[in-house]
């Protein structure tokens, strides 16, 4: 599964958007992730998850610069995320099925986000690309 | 499976939603996502395009249909298996979906209400709002042999 052109203008064109509100995208997509999904929960035994603490702030920036990552290199986002792919597999070793649901809260937090530019289009091709990212991330497990 | 105040805010959003709308926008996405649930839907036309599907008359008559359903369900939080069993015959002997489809679908269903909702779309009536969407799907799929 590759993206094709068009796939790939709608993500580079939204998220130079996206990017503007980057934490506050970040933040909301894991508060939705532990709402939605308390199982999720269960990899941060050691964080205070209360909305608005400073750790849901701090991981949820760095988790949308590494989606901010893929993008830049949307052409290869293997190479651009080999280290956190290897820090998934040896590492934090996170379930995969954990991925599926973080893309559906950060779709579900564009949409809610950017209504007009979360066209059909632009949530297929979203879906796609967060699909890849996180086959990406899992590639190395076993 | 919801507390009260869940069924309240549930049921509360759900009164705001233009049934006939978001039921068709709904399939429609379903359609152009996930390509493959068309093919229960040959016989709707062009859905060439996310265009075509999202214009298509058939879709949106027919994601109507499916949301109106849902609507129905949402009285019956209490006994969605009962509510559904009916449709999970016809969903298995008559029209042989897949459940996982009712999955997507309730997903797709979600994003909708948030791109429709806003910051009302909370984390709090989302995670109120998946477990509803599962519920259904489960409910859906309960009576499959």
């Known amino acids: ?142 | 499976m919801l507390t009260a105040e869940e069924k309240t805010s549930v049921t509360a959003l759900f009164g705001k939603v233009k049934v006939d709308e978001v039921g068709g926008e709904a399939l429609g996405r379903l359609l152009v996502v996930y390509p493959w649930t068309q093919r229960f839907f040959e016989h709707f036309g062009d859905l060439s395009t996310a265009d075509a599907v999202m214009g298509n008359p058939q879709v949106k008559a027919h994601g109507k249909k499916v949301l109106e359903s849902f609507s129905d369900g949402l009285k019956h939080l209490d006994d969605l298996k009962g509510a559904f069993a009916k449709l999970s015959e016809l969903h298995c002997d008559k029209l042989h979906v897949d459940p996982e489809n009712f999955r997507l679908l309730g997903n797709v269903l979600v994003v909708v209400l948030a791109r429709r909702f806003g910051g009302e779309f909370t984390p709090e009536l989302q995670a109120s709002f998946q477990k509803v969407v599962t519920g259904v799907a489960n409910a859906l799929a309960h009576r499959y042999h």
């Open chain 1, 1 to 142: 599964m590759s993206l094709t052109r068009a796939e790939r203008t709608i993500i580079v064109s939204m998220w130079s958007k996206i990017s503007t509100q980057a934490d506050a995208i970040g933040t909301e997509t894991l508060e939705r992730l532990f709402s939605c999904y308390p199982q999720a929960k269960t990899y941060f035994p050691h964080f205070d998850l209360h909305s608005g603490s400073a750790q849901l702030r701090a991981h949820g920036s760095k988790v949308v610069a590494a989606v901010g990552d893929a993008v830049k290199s949307i052409d290869n986002v293997a190479i651009a995320l080999s280290k956190l792919s290897e820090l998934h597999a040896y590492v934090l070793r996170v379930d995969p099925v954990n991925f599926k649901f973080l893309s559906h809260c950060l779709l579900v937090t564009l949409a809610s986000h950017f209504p007009a530019d979360f066209t059909a289009d632009a949530h297929a091709a979203w879906d796609k690309f967060l699909s890849i990212v996180s086959g990406v991330l899992t590639e190395k497990y076993r």
